[in-house]
């Protein structure tokens, strides 16, 4: 005897399994992991603070007017 299959559940379960495949593609060709997203930001803080500890100061306004 054949077995009962909910051609709704099937339809979706097909779909689910497409979008996944075409997921992990443009992961594969555009992601980048979790870890290489952070390490860049921190990166990028860093080398901000360092420009950010290397300026002057404003001259301040001389009151002899």
């Known amino acids: 005897m054949a077995e009962i299959?909910?051609?709704?559940?099937a339809r979706k379960a097909?779909?689910?399994l497409k979008k996944?495949?075409?997921?992990?593609?443009?992961?594969v060709k555009f992601g980048r992991t979790k870890a290489e997203r952070e390490l860049e930001k921190a990166r990028a803080d860093k080398a901000r603070a360092l420009l950010d500890g290397h300026e002057r100061e404003a001259p301040e306004a001389c009151g002899d007017d």
């Open 20 to 27: 996944r495949a075409q997921g992990s593609e443009n992961a």
């Open 5 to 9: 299959v909910n051609l709704r559940a």
């Open 14 to 16: 097909k779909d689910r």
